[in-house]
């Protein structure tokens, strides 16, 4: 009932850009936080980025701080990573996922913060 759809992802040259984003559709919903995570090749999907919405505070993962930014729109359920300086260790399947039952303690970089995720977006960063 509830959807995450995620788009803008590709593929780009090392030291490029992109914008990705991801929409909710289907049953509305309100959601407490929104963020990121990727999943390469063979690994466990990791942690990119989150904003909450009380006060859109953000946090990232020490491997995109200063890089990435993360920004959205609460009322929209909406979220976008503004992806800058890319790195070929930065090529992964993007999640974005939104946490709709609120979960005090628990910390952003838990999958299990996170009620609903998207499909997924291919990005591929080649040197």
């Known amino acids: 009932q509830v959807q995450l759809v995620e788009s803008g992802g590709g593929l780009v040259q090392a030291g490029g850009s992109l914008r990705l984003s991801c929409a909710a559709s289907?049953?509305?919903?309100?959601?407490?936080?929104m963020g990121w995570f990727r999943q390469a090749p063979g690994q466990e999907r990791e942690f990119v980025a989150v904003?909450?919405?009380?006060?859109?505070?953000?946090d990232y993962a020490d491997s995109v701080k200063g890089r990435f930014t993360i920004s959205g729109d609460n009322a929209k359920n909406a979220v976008y990573l503004q992806m800058n300086s890319l790195k070929p260790e930065d090529t992964a399947v993007y999640y974005c996922?939104?946490?709709?039952?609120?979960?005090?303690?628990?910390?952003?970089?838990?999958?299990?913060?996170?009620?609903?995720w998207g499909q997924g977006t291919q990005v591929t960063v080649s040197s």
């Open positions: 996922a939104a946490e709709s039952h609120l979960k005090p303690g628990v910390l952003p970089g838990h999958e299990w913060r996170y009620d609903y």
């Open positions: 289907g049953r509305p919903f309100s959601s407490y936080s």
């Open positions: 904003i909450n919405w009380s006060g859109s505070s953000t």
